[in-house]
């Protein structure tokens, strides 16, 4: 899989726990760090299903 389809993913992901935060009423500052921590979270797992295995 490529890694455009992992951060596609992702950002919906992000973007619908984000709405659904604000739908709850949760802090503004607390949804901000949310993102921030799911972003990261999908970079490293796009990173890691991506990548391709150096030769030995």
């Known amino acids: 899989m490529s890694f455009a389809l ?3 993913g992702y950002l919906l ?6 709405y659904a935060a604000h739908l709850a009423h949760v ?3 607390w949804i901000f760090a949310l993102i921030l ?8 797992t796009g990173v ?9």
């Open 6 to 8: 992992y951060l596609i």
């Open 13 to 18: 992901f992000i973007a619908g726990v984000a």
């Open 27 to 29: 802090p503004q500052h």
């Open 37 to 44: 921590v799911l972003a990261g979270a999908g970079v490293l």
């Open 48 to 56: 890691k299903n991506t990548r391709h295995k150096d030769p030995a």
